[in-house]
T-cell receptor
């Protein structure tokens, strides 16, 4: 697939909100995903959104989808030091996932 | 469920040697995926199977790479002969192919070819 774009780094203070942005490529993508990867670990599925939705909320996580601009965002409320990780945006491409390069989130005390 | 299981977790081998990576998907999942993660190229799909049949292997780098899925609970990714540029983390993932098509990833195999 084409490139899914994400900014590489984000630094926030503990307790603040984090917003990670992503631009995807395929306007026909039915599902869009956010994964979290901690150092030396696999990818953990955080949440996903169906393309006919604008927003999905799951505890501290809020996903916003703008289909017109092919823009996806992940908001983490009350960010904690344990949220420090790499966050990957992905679009469903056929039955496989097309990933962005990941955004490294650093949460400072 | 134990999740997706991969072995070995780490593999160090010399250039030219054969390497075999193993994966056990989540029980009941009928899709299995192999991805490779490198700093330069990020996460790339290598191949995926549906009901043990390879569906798309267009991401397999070259003939040195081969993947099999002899049954619903086991898959292998083989590299023969291995080269230093194959050094990467190889992930296996599985999904049920219905609903949200959620893919669950294994912990990965970190391969180092010297």
């Amino acid at each position: 697939g084409e490139d899914v774009e994400q900014s590489l780094f984000l630094s926030v203070r503990e307790g603040d909100s984090s917003v990670i942005n992503c631009t995807y490529t395929d306007s026909s993508s039915t599902y869009l995903y956010w994964y979290k990867q901690e150092p030396g670990a696999g990818l953990q599925l955080l949440t996903y959104i169906f393309s006919n939705m604008d927003m999905k909320q799951d505890q501290r996580l809020t996903v916003l989808l703008n289909k017109k601009d092919k823009h996806l965002s992940l908001r983490i409320a009350d960010t904690q030091t344990g949220d420090s990780a790499i966050y990957f945006c992905a679009e469903l491409y056929g039955y496989a996932l097309n990933f962005g390069k990941g955004t490294s989130l650093l949460v400072t005390p | 469920d134990a999740g997706v299981i991969q072995s070995p977790r780490h593999e160090v081998t010399e250039m030219g040697q054969e390497v075999t990576l193993r994966c056990k998907p989540i029980s009941g999942h009928d899709y299995l995926f192999w991805y490779r993660q490198t700093m330069m190229r990020g996460l790339e799909l290598l191949i995926y199977f549906n009901n043990n049949v390879p569906i798309d292997d267009s991401g397999m780098p070259e003939d040195r790479f081969s993947a099999k899925m002899p049954n619903a609970s086991f898959s292998t990714l083989k590299i023969q002969p291995s080269e230093p540029r194959d050094s990467a983390v190889y992930f296996c993932a599985s999904s049920s192919g219905v609903g949200g098509y959620e893919q669950y990833f294994g912990p990965g195999t970190r391969l180092t070819v010297t």
